[in-house]
């Protein structure tokens, strides 16, 4: 029986039975951009035509046939399900790693695609109930090492091998490496957990309830919203706040001149004093990029108000990003008539955190920020620009 080709709306389904991680790393790209860009398939037609590509080539890339017939009971998904965890042992997995699997595993149960009366069935759902467990106990970025019991692993191995004997069409899925047995999946709970990462760090206060736990290689922070929400006026909420934890921060205000009345109110209403001494303004970029790339090799944290005024193409912008690594950007977009991105939008793919500026009424006490995505901690939070705090 022919497949068929997997298409935007069937990839959600699909991409369960494919082992994203040993795909070409193109097609590892390729996934990771659907993901993030694909609410704006139907508006932006670059990300259309990227999107398309991707999908041509991983329909090149993948089997012509596959049959998701049962064997013995058991379909070829849930043998998907159990050869990728069995790939876990004895390797570190994060969490993000095992949130997706929990949850590419309980969207196959809700469509029906794992049987109840599988062979398999009660198999996988153990994993899931040891994998959401493994999940909760580990927080953000941290890490560990999963080692399956031995006479599951036994138990499972011979599943594979029993239902890849039974079709020449699975015959790759008793390929299976044996690595060393150990004697348990999980770790004591006591135990000392693996060092987080020396990059991270959170700002204080609510702003950093807002952001979470931030990691500073290639962060960059993008700012759009409404006209009139207080963009530029949350941008230095966020430089007093990367001052505060010990930052040098340049701003390029090339929306408003940087002896204008408005900047002194903004900084002397959101500057702390003593934090002023670690912040530096201009209103000019007289060698564009080059500028930028310059204050970027003397400075913590770049804040561009606003791209548009560059005259630089959105390209640039992950550019900087790449070139200075360790340097945060945080840059403020305007939008169009169609609440779009102006220039693009390649900028909100790059970076690690988009927040939307929202306007609420004329008397600016509600207005707020939140985060759209982020890499680093949760979105849905708001943060009122005018009383500090947050609200979920």
Do not use: C
Not at 29 to 47: C, N, R, S, V, W
Not at 160 to 181: A, R
Not at 317 to 330: A, E, G, V, W, Y
């Amino acid at each position: 029986m022919e497949k068929q080709a997997i298409t935007l709306d069937t990839y959600p389904q699909a991409i369960t039975t494919i082992e994203i991680h040993k795909l070409p790393k193109i097609l590892q790209e390729g996934h990771q951009f659907l993901m993030d860009a694909k609410d704006f398939y139907h508006t932006e037609p670059l990300i259309k035509e990227t999107i398309d590509i991707y999908l041509d080539k991983l329909n090149a890339h993948i089997p012509k046939e596959k049959k998701q017939i049962s064997l013995d009971g058991v379909s070829v998904i849930e043998m998907e399900f159990i050869k990728r965890f069995l790939e876990m042992h004895r390797t570190v997995q994060s969490r993000d790693k095992l949130k997706q699997y929990i949850f590419d595993l309980q969207k196959a149960i809700s469509k029906k695609e794992i049987s109840k009366d599988s062979p398999a069935a009660d198999h996988l759902m153990q994993i899931q109930e040891k994998l959401i467990v493994q999940h909760n106990n580990l927080i953000l970025e941290e890490q560990v090492k999963v080692v399956i019991n031995r006479k599951w692993l036994r138990e499972l191995r011979k599943m594979l091998k029993n239902q890849s004997d039974s079709s020449d069409s699975n015959q790759e899925l008793g390929k299976m490496v044996i690595k060393e047995i150990t004697p348990s999946l999980f770790s004591p709970i006591n135990a000392k957990p693996l060092s987080r990462s020396t990059n991270a760090f959170k700002l204080n206060g609510a702003l950093g309830e807002l952001l979470g736990d931030l990691e500073q290689y290639e962060l960059a922070i993008t700012i759009e919203g409404d006209q009139g929400g207080g963009k530029t006026r949350f941008a230095y909420q966020l430089a007093d706040a990367f001052a505060e934890i010990g930052n040098r921060i340049a701003i390029f205000s090339l929306e408003i001149g940087s002896r204008s009345d408005l900047i002194t109110r903004m900084k002397e209403e959101y500057l702390q004093p003593k934090n002023q001494n670690n912040i530096f303004i201009s209103d000019q970029l007289p060698e564009g990029y080059k500028t930028i790339s310059k204050a970027a090799k003397d400075f913590n944290v770049i804040i561009i108000d606003s791209w548009n005024k560059t005259g630089l193409p959105s390209q640039d912008f992950d550019r900087l990003r790449k070139q200075h690594p360790s340097t945060i950007f945080i840059v403020i977009f305007q939008r169009t008539t169609q609440k779009t991105i102006r220039g693009g939008t390649a900028p909100l793919f790059d970076a690690g955190i988009n927040i939307k500026v929202v306007k609420v009424d004329d008397t600016f006490k509600n207005n707020y920020a939140v985060a759209t995505k982020n890499r680093y901690g949760f979105t849905g939070i708001k943060y009122n620009l005018s009383s500090d705090k947050v609200t979920m």
